[in-house]
């Protein structure tokens, strides 16, 4: 680039500006309404809100700019050593009490590369597939909670819960403490910090922060198999991480294995619930619809809606200049709405096909965690299909996130169905099961030692 380009005029770099606060419900509720807005006259545009960063929302646009790496940083510098870069959150909060980032999803490379290169074997196709028998048996044991009752907050009795076990089970954690960083890990998203309940939340994640980081010591202490005894051990570039390394790197990997799924399953199943003959459809088709109909969901209500990132070196992207230092959001959520590359993008097609869809997103930091999420997400869904076919959501039951710039979520969705009968145990006798087969048969072990499905007595 020559040095008349590095010098162009920011009214004339930042030409196309909008003013969009990711953080309130206009967000959420006039969301399709941007969405075409942008694409049409700006899909990168200067959003002036939170100290002003570029907004990526053009399929092509994100696409082309998220896979460079090179000139893109993830980096959080709490050390302040480094380039003073601040993450993937927009707006960042610098406390000075957190010192703690975001896992590898908050390195560069090659940290990043190392870490993702150690939980591999624990997260690939072959691995998650081990745990299938167990999500099963979760999802069976949920729904038999409440069978008998025809009433299911699918939030609260399932959506919540499946994901919370198999994540802790995956770590090496005792399943049974699932509730305590459940509602935690929730909140912690959908609670605005001016709202009464946030000191409370606060206090719930300062718990939960301090029970994890007890559990790394137990661990550190006696080994046993599951993610975070490879992180206790793994070497990152020449050194080991310690336990506030770690700690953030297995708040990541319990943020992206609860809330995420939970919000796609619960948003699938209220479209369902609103389309009756779709999921007659979907049931009745399922060998060659379901993992289309995944993938439209997925594309569709997008859980995870971007990422930030932090402009590594002055550059020139498809006729947009941006300036080393300056902050960009890759909006996945928008970029999966244009019509460009999605015909009728607003309407959910359950055969939709090419679906390239960036709701994992893209790049070296695409989600680690995109095998498990697909496979727990359908079992949950075929499990509903199969035992609550007739079901309907409460009109007006819904609670969503009241803003979405983080996660798509949702709180409660309340339904009734045709009460049915239970097929086995309730939810706390399974989940000690199966802890006993998760210990007597190690399935936490990578695959690479482990390669044999769980095996249910």
């Given at each position: 680039?020559?040095?008349?380009?590095?010098?162009?005029p920011?009214?004339?770099?930042?030409?196309?500006?909008?003013?969009?606060?990711?953080?309130?419900?206009?967000?959420?509720?006039?969301?399709?309404?941007?969405?075409d807005?942008?694409?049409?006259?700006?899909?990168?545009?200067?959003?002036?809100?939170?100290?002003?960063?570029?907004?990526?929302?053009?399929?092509?646009?994100?696409?082309?700019?998220?896979?460079?790496?090179?000139?893109?940083?993830?980096?959080?510098?709490?050390?302040?050593?480094?380039?003073?870069?601040?993450?993937?959150?927009?707006?960042?909060?610098?406390d000075?009490?957190r010192?703690?980032?975001?896992?590898?999803?908050?390195?560069?490379?090659?940290?990043?590369?190392?870490?993702?290169?150690?939980?591999?074997?624990?997260?690939?196709?072959?691995?998650?597939?081990?745990?299938?028998?167990?999500?099963?048996?979760?999802?069976?044991?949920?729904?038999?909670?409440?069978?008998?009752?025809?009433?299911?907050?699918?939030?609260?009795?399932?959506?919540?819960?499946?994901?919370?076990v198999?994540?802790?089970?995956?770590?090496?954690?005792?399943?049974?403490?699932?509730?305590?960083?459940?509602?935690?890990?929730h909140?912690s998203?959908?609670?605005?910090?001016?709202?009464?309940d946030?000191?409370?939340?606060?206090?719930?994640?300062?718990?939960?922060?301090?029970?994890?980081?007890?559990?790394?010591?137990?661990?550190?202490?006696?080994?046993?198999?599951?993610?975070?005894?490879?992180?206790?051990?793994?070497?990152?570039?020449?050194?080991?991480?310690?336990?506030?390394?770690?700690?953030?790197?297995?708040?990541?990997l319990?943020?992206?294995?609860?809330?995420?799924?939970?919000?796609?399953?619960?948003?699938?199943?209220?479209w369902?619930?609103?389309?009756p003959?779709?999921?007659?459809?979907?049931?009745?088709?399922?060998?060659t619809?379901?993992?289309?109909?995944?993938?439209e969901?997925?594309?569709?209500?997008?859980?995870?809606?971007?990422?930030?990132?932090?402009?590594?070196?002055?550059?020139?992207?498809?006729?947009t200049?941006?300036?080393?230092?300056?902050?960009?959001?890759?909006?996945?959520?928008m970029?999966?709405?244009?019509?460009?590359?999605f015909?009728?993008?607003?309407?959910?097609?359950?055969?939709?096909?090419?679906n390239?869809?960036?709701?994992?997103?893209?790049?070296?930091?695409?989600?680690?965690?995109?095998?498990?999420?697909r496979?727990?997400?359908?079992?949950?869904?075929?499990?509903?299909?199969?035992?609550?076919?007739?079901?309907?959501?409460?009109?007006?039951?819904?609670?969503?996130?009241?803003?979405?710039?983080?996660?798509n979520?949702?709180?409660?969705?309340?339904?009734?169905?045709?009460?049915?009968?239970?097929?086995?145990?309730?939810?706390?006798?399974?989940?000690?099961?199966?802890?006993?087969?998760c210990?007597?048969?190690?399935?936490?072990?990578?695959?690479?030692?482990?390669?044999?499905?769980?095996?249910?007595?």
């Open positions: 680039m020559s040095t008349e380009e590095t010098h162009v920011d009214a004339e770099r930042k030409k196309d500006t909008i003013s969009l606060d990711r953080h309130s419900p206009r967000y959420r509720i006039d969301f399709e309404q941007l969405a807005e942008f694409h049409a006259k700006c899909p990168v545009a200067w959003n002036e809100t939170h100290g002003g960063y570029w907004f990526a929302s053009g399929n092509k646009e994100l696409f082309d700019v998220a896979r460079r790496a090179d000139v893109l940083s993830n980096d959080n510098d709490i050390s302040g050593t480094k380039r003073g870069y601040v993450g993937i959150s927009i707006p960042h909060v610098r000075p009490e010192r703690t980032r975001g896992g590898f999803l908050e390195m560069d490379p090659p940290e990043q590369r190392y870490y993702r290169q150690a939980l591999n074997p624990y997260l690939s196709p072959a691995a998650v597939a081990r745990w299938k028998p167990v999500v099963e048996e979760l999802t069976r044991a949920c729904l038999d909670e409440v069978i008998e009752t025809g009433r299911i907050d699918f939030v609260d009795d399932l959506a919540n819960v499946v994901p919370a198999l994540t802790l089970a995956m770590l090496g954690m005792p399943l049974k403490h699932w509730e305590i960083y459940c509602e935690p890990t909140a998203v959908y609670t605005p910090p001016d709202s009464p946030y000191p409370r939340v606060q206090q719930l994640s300062l718990q939960m922060g301090m029970h994890m980081m007890q559990t790394i010591h137990e661990i550190r202490a006696n080994p046993r198999p599951g993610l975070i005894n490879e992180l206790v051990t793994v070497e990152i570039n020449g050194y080991r991480p310690d336990d506030m390394e770690i700690l953030g790197v297995v708040m990541l319990i943020g992206g294995g609860f809330d995420t799924t939970t919000a796609l399953t619960a948003h699938s199943l209220e369902l619930s609103e389309h003959d779709q999921r007659e459809r979907l049931s009745r088709e399922r060998e619809l379901l993992d289309s109909a995944t993938e969901f997925l594309r569709f209500y997008t859980p995870a809606v971007g990422d930030g990132r932090t402009i590594s070196q002055d550059c020139e992207i498809n006729g200049r941006f300036k080393e230092g300056e902050r960009l959001w890759l909006s996945w959520a970029a999966n709405r244009d019509e460009k590359v015909p009728d993008p607003h309407t959910i097609h359950l055969d939709r096909t090419g390239r869809h960036s709701s994992f997103g893209l790049g070296i930091h695409r989600c680690i965690g995109s095998n498990v999420a496979a727990i997400f359908k079992i949950m869904l075929t499990a509903v299909l199969d035992r609550m076919p007739d079901y309907v959501c409460t009109p007006g039951g819904a609670v969503h996130y009241d803003t979405t710039g983080v996660i979520g949702m709180k409660n969705l309340p339904a009734t169905f045709t009460p049915g009968r239970r097929l086995g145990a309730g939810l706390a006798e399974t989940i000690d099961r199966m802890q006993r087969i210990d007597e048969q190690r399935l936490a072990e990578p695959v690479t030692v482990r390669a044999a499905r769980a095996e249910l007595d």
